[in-house]
């Protein structure tokens, strides 16, 4: 698997020639956050070239740490599943984030910001439980941003998984949240808050205020962000 050996038989060597080829850890990121699907795995790596993406799926089946198997929901599918050897290193990758959270210097980790995999968290992070019953469509608004990649919406019903579209669904909205992408990812990695954001104008909300004054709640925020910023 490793495209350079360390030609060391220290375990430490042995187990960076898997796991540290570009890109590994984050796929795996993805793999331990309940991604399955390479389209869904995809979305959580959106620079990650789809031939890259597939070589290192074949690479951690390889290596036994993922298990390619069919679908039962979907005839001619595939899903991707961590094994019992890819369990294992689902701490690696927590260390990983909480110790990135912590040490990187909140200005660099800005410099990255990164619309699909926000919105893609968000998703998977939301907390359904302080929306009203029914289904809740928030869009969110990057004025910012090429037309492209300006509006998202999140589809929400406590009965079905929260659903991301990139293009207008058709659905009433309930929220519109205008806000830049850097105060959202700061937001969503603990860094702000909504009730700042609110107060300086960076973000506007308009529509339903239920919605609207439980954002914090709901956002969920990332696995991370409970994590605080350490001195270096």
């Known amino acids: 698997m490793a495209e350079g050996s360390y030609r060391q038989f220290c375990p430490v060597a042995m187990a960076a020639e898997v796991l540290c080829t570009r890109w ?30 597939s070589r290192r799926l074949k690479d951690l ?13 979907e005839s001619g599918a595939f899903e991707y ?7 294992e290193l689902e701490p690696i990758v927590e260390a990983f984030g909480i110790w990135g959270q912590r040490r990187i210097d909140a200005d660099l980790s800005l410099q990255h910001l990164d619309v699909q995999l926000l919105m893609w968290d968000m998703r998977r992070n939301l907390n ?5 019953q029914g289904r809740n469509v928030v ?13 998202w919406w999140l589809i929400v019903d406590p009965k079905d998984d929260v659903d991301l579209c990139s293009v207008d669904p058709g659905f009433d909205v309930d929220l519109y949240v205008s806000v830049d992408l850097r105060t959202m990812t700061a937001i969503w990695m603990g860094l ?9 104008k960076r973000m506007i909300l308009t529509g339903d205020r239920r919605i ?3 954002m914090q709640t709901w956002l ?13």
């Open 24 to 53: 590994t850890v984050v796929l795996l990121r993805e793999l331990v956050a309940g991604s399955t699907r390479f389209n869904e795995l995809r979305r959580g790596v959106p620079r990650m070239s789809p031939a890259l993406l």
């Open 81 to 87: 599943r961590l094994t019992a050897s890819g369990r």
């Open 220 to 232: 969920g925020l990332s696995p991370f962000a409970k994590e605080k910023k350490l001195a270096s």
């Open 128 to 132: 359904t439980t302080p929306m009203p």
């Open 139 to 151: 869009q969110f608004v990057y004025p910012e941003l090429p037309a492209t990649q300006r509006s």
């Open 61 to 73: 089946e390889a290596a036994g740490i993922v298990a390619r198997e069919a679908s039962r929901s």
């Open 192 to 200: 702000d808050t909504v009730r700042a954001a609110v107060a300086s």
């Open 212 to 214: 609207a004054s439980a």
